[in-house]
C-alpha cells in the first residue's frame, strides 16, 4: 500500500505558511491565530480529489498515474520549524516546502530552516510567496502562474526576474542550485522555486503539480507500508481536551491504529503504557490543530494521518517522542522508545554547555548543530532550566571553564533557578531561534575569552624603560625612593629592574603620583617609585637608564600566546631588554 506524504511547511514568521495551506484547503486557520502566527503544529490531509480540483488540466496532461491518496500537510510555528517532526533515523517529513517571502527574501529564520533540512537531507521546494505584492502586479485569482505572468507589463516581469535572482543567488551561497520551476532541468540537482500567492491563489496548481510529481518520482518506494501493521507515530503537542482530559495529537507514519490499543508513549521520566480511548481525526481539508468542524471519531486509523488519541496517563507524553501500538512485545517496545529518548538526551563531555529544550527534536537538532561547531556538551535535557542546571554550571565555572552557560530553546526558567543564576552570575542564553541561540553563545564565548585573555596580558610585566631623574633622590635605600621619567612602556609595582648590563638591581615596591599610590604608569609619566635592593650612589644613580627585567616564562607569552598586543613603545623596548638578557643568558626566551 501506498501512504500519503508528509509534507512540511516551513519558512520565516509572517511569509505565508498558513496561509499558503489555508488556499489549499479553504479555510481561514491564519486568521484565527493569536497574532496571525502559528502558535502549535497542526496537520491537515488534503486528498487527491482536491488536489485534482486546484490542479485542473495541469494534472490531466500528465500520463504517469497518480498512486498516492493525497497529502498531509504538517503546518509548524516560524521558530519551530519541523524539528519537532522526527522519526527514528531521520526527519519526519517525507518533504517539505520552504516558503519564502518575495519581497523580503532570506530573513532569519529561513536560514534556520534551510540549515535543518540541510541537516535531515529532507527534499524540498520552494514558494516564493506574496507575488500580489510586487509593485504594479496585476492579479489573476486562482490562475497557474504561467498564465497569469504572461499578462504582467514587461516592468513586472523583468522585477519577479530580479526577485527570483536574489533568491537563487542566496541559494547558491548556502551550496544550494536552484531555478524556477519550469527553468529547472533535473529536479534532483536543483530545488524548484514556485512563484506563488496565497491571497490570490496563483501559482498554487504548479505548487501541488510538482508536489505530487517529485513525490511519485522520487519518493515513490519509502511510502510503501503494511497497512495492518502496529501504529509508529510521532507525537506533535500534548493537550488538556475538555470532557476529553490531556490527550496527545500525534503524526502516524506507518501501520494502524485502532481504539482500544495499547500504545507506549515517549515521556519525560517513566515511559507510558497505556489504551486508547478514542481516536479524533479531523475532517479532509480541516485543521487538527484549530478544527473548523467537529473531529470525527474512528475505530481505526492507517498511515500517514494525523490524529488526536485520548488515553488515560498522558500528561507526562513527551512532545516530538516516539508512540507505538504495542500488540506484544511491550517490553521491548518500551526499551526501544526510552534508548531512542536517551540518545538524544546527552551528558557527554566533562566540560560543556548545558541545553534545555521544550521538546526532543529541539533538543537533538540543538546537539547536531553543536557538535557541528565542535561547542562541548556538559549535558542536554528537556524541560526549564532548574536549579541543578545552575549548581552544575557553577561547578563547571569554578573549574575554569570558560564557556561555562546554560543554552535554553523555548525551555523557560524556574523561579527558583533564575534567582540563583543572578546570585551566582551564570549566563542564561535564551532564544526560539537555535542558530541565533548558537551564534549568541559563541559571541559571548568570544567576549569572555577576550577579557580574560586582556585580565592576563594586563596581569604580565611589560617591557619599560625609565630614567632616574637629577635631584630627586628622596630616600637612599631600604628601600630607596627616587623620581624617575617613564621613557617608554608601562611601569608596574612587584616589576624587577635592571641596568644597562641585563643584571638585575631591584624590585619595584610601589609608584606614587602627587603623593598618592598608582597601579601603574605609561610613556611620558614622571612618578616616585620606592625599589627595594639597591643603594643610591653604589647599584643606582642619577641619570642612570633602567629597564624592567622580565620574567622568561612572561617573554615567551608575550611572543606568542599576546603577541601584537604590545604596544609600538612597548615593542620596541621588549628588542632592547631581549638583547640585555640574552649578553648573560643566551637562549633567553627561546621557544
Given at each position: ?346 551528558e557527554t563531555d566533562s566540560q560543556g554547555v548545558i541545553v534545555k529544550a521544550d521538546t526532543l527534536g529541539s533538543l537533538e537538532a540543538i546537539i547536531s548543530m553543536l557538535k557541528r561547531e565542535e561547542i562541548p556538551i556538559h549535558r542536554a535535557d528537556i524541560g526549564k532550566v532548574s536549579r541543578r542546571d545552575i549548581t552544575s554550571t557553577k561547578a563547571l565555572k569554578d573549574s575554569n571553564f570558560d564557556g561555562a552557560a546554560i543554552l535554553a530553546f523555548n525551555s523557560g526558567i524556574l523561579k527558583e533557578a533564575e534567582a540563583k543564576a543572578i546570585d551566582s ?167
Amino acid at each position: 500500500m501506498i501512504r500519503q506524504p508528509i509534507v512540511s511547511v516551513l519558512g520565516h514568521i509572517d511569509h505565508g505558511k498558513t496561509s499558503i495551506l489555508d488556499a489549499i484547503r479553504g479555510s481561514t486557520v491564519a486568521d484565527r491565530e493569536a497574532g496571525f502566527i502559528t502558535q502549535h503544529i497542526g496537520a491537515t490531509e488534503v486528498p487527491l480529489k482536491t488536489i485534482n480540483k486546484i490542479t485542473g488540466k495541469l494534472m490531466e496532461n500528465q500520463k504517469t498515474k497518480i498512486r498516492i491518496p493525497g497529502l498531509l500537510f504538517i503546518d509548524t510555528p516560524g521558530h519551530d520549524a519541523f524539528i519537532t517532526l522526527r522519526r527514528r533515523g531521520g526527519a519526519l517529513s517525507d518533504l517539505a516546502i520552504l516558503v519564502i517571502d518575495i519581497n523580503e527574501g532570506f530573513q532569519p529564520q529561513t536560514m534556520e530552516s534551510l540549515k535543518i533540512l540541510k541537516e535531515y537531507k529532507t527534499p524540498f521546494l520552494v514558494v516564493a510567496n506574496k507575488i500580489d505584492k510586487i509593485h504594479a502586479w496585476s492579479p489573476n485569482p486562482n490562475s497557474t502562474f504561467m498564465k497569469s505572468i504572461i499578462k504582467q507589463s514587461e516592468d513586472v516581469k523583468n522585477l519577479l526576474e530580479t526577485k527570483i535572482y536574489e533568491i537563487v543567488g542566496r541559494f547558491h551561497e548556502e551550496g544550494f542550485q536552484s531555478e524556477r520551476f519550469d527553468r529547472v532541468e533535473s529536479f534532483d540537482k536543483q530545488i524548484a522555486i514556485i512563484p506563488a500567492s496565497a491571497k490570490t491563489g496563483e501559482g498554487l496548481a504548479e505548487l501541488l503539480m510538482i508536489l505530487i510529481g517529485l513525490t511519485q518520482k522520487f519518493l515513490e518506494k519509502q511510502l510503501e507500508i503494511e497497512e495492518s501493521g502496529p501504529a509508529k507515530g510521532t507525537i506533535l503537542e500534548v493537550k488538556e481536551e475538555k470532557g476529553l482530559g490531556v490527550t496527545v495529537d500525534a503524526i502516524i507514519y506507518d501501520g494502524e491504529i485502532k481504539r482500544g490499543d495499547t500504545i507506549v508513549v515517549g515521556a519525560l521520566n517513566e515511559i507510558i503504557v497505556t489504551k486508547v480511548k478514542a481516536l479524533l481525526k479531523p475532517r479532509p481539508l480541516d485543521e487538527i490543530r484549530d478544527p473548523k468542524y467537529k473531529f470525527e471519531t474512528a475505530q481505526v486509523l492507517s498511515a500517514a494521518c494525523g490524529v488526536k488519541i485520548s488515553a488515560p496517563n498522558l500528561q507526562d507524553a513527551l512532545p516530538g517522542a516516539p508512540i507505538k501500538v504495542a500488540r506484544d512485545q511491550i517490553e521491548e517496545i518500551k526499551e526501544e522508545i526510552k534508548q531512542e529518548i536517551e540518545e538524544i538526551r546527552v551528558e557527554t563531555d566533562s566540560q560543556g554547555v548545558i541545553v534545555k529544550a521544550d521538546t526532543l527534536g529541539s533538543l537533538e537538532a540543538i546537539i547536531s548543530m553543536l557538535k557541528r561547531e565542535e561547542i562541548p556538551i556538559h549535558r542536554a535535557d528537556i524541560g526549564k532550566v532548574s536549579r541543578r542546571d545552575i549548581t552544575s554550571t557553577k561547578a563547571l565555572k569554578d573549574s575554569n571553564f570558560d564557556g561555562a552557560a546554560i543554552l535554553a530553546f523555548n525551555s523557560g526558567i524556574l523561579k527558583e533557578a533564575e534567582a540563583k543564576a543572578i546570585d551566582s552570575e551564570i549566563m542564561i542564553i535564551e532564544s526560539n531561534i537555535i542558530y541565533q541561540l548558537i551564534d549568541e553563545y559563541k559571541k559571548w564565548l568570544e567576549e569572555i575569552r577576550e577579557q580574560k585573555k586582556r585580565a592576563e596580558f594586563e596581569a604580565l610585566i611589560k617591557p619599560a624603560e625609565i630614567k632616574i631623574l637629577p635631584d630627586c633622590i628622596f630616600r637612599k635605600s631600604k628601600p630607596a625612593v627616587v623620581g624617575v621619567d617613564v621613557l617608554s612602556g608601562t611601569l608596574k609595582p612587584l616589576s624587577k629592574l635592571m641596568n644597562k648590563d641585563g643584571l638585575t638591581i631591584g624590585t619595584i615596591k610601589a609608584i606614587q603620583d602627587k603623593n598618592e599610590s598608582i597601579k601603574k604608569a605609561r610613556i611620558g609619566d614622571q612618578v616616585a617609585v620606592s625599589i627595594s635592593g639597591p643603594t643610591v650612589g653604589r647599584q643606582i644613580n642619577e641619570n642612570d637608564i633602567l629597564y624592567t627585567d622580565i620574567p622568561e616564562s612572561h617573554a615567551k607569552l608575550l611572543e606568542t600566546k599576546y603577541k601584537g598586543l604590545l604596544t609600538q613603545d612597548e615593542d620596541e623596548t621588549y628588542i632592547i631588554i631581549k638583547a640585555l638578557k640574552r649578553k648573560v643568558t643566551p637562549l633567553w626566551a627561546m621557544r
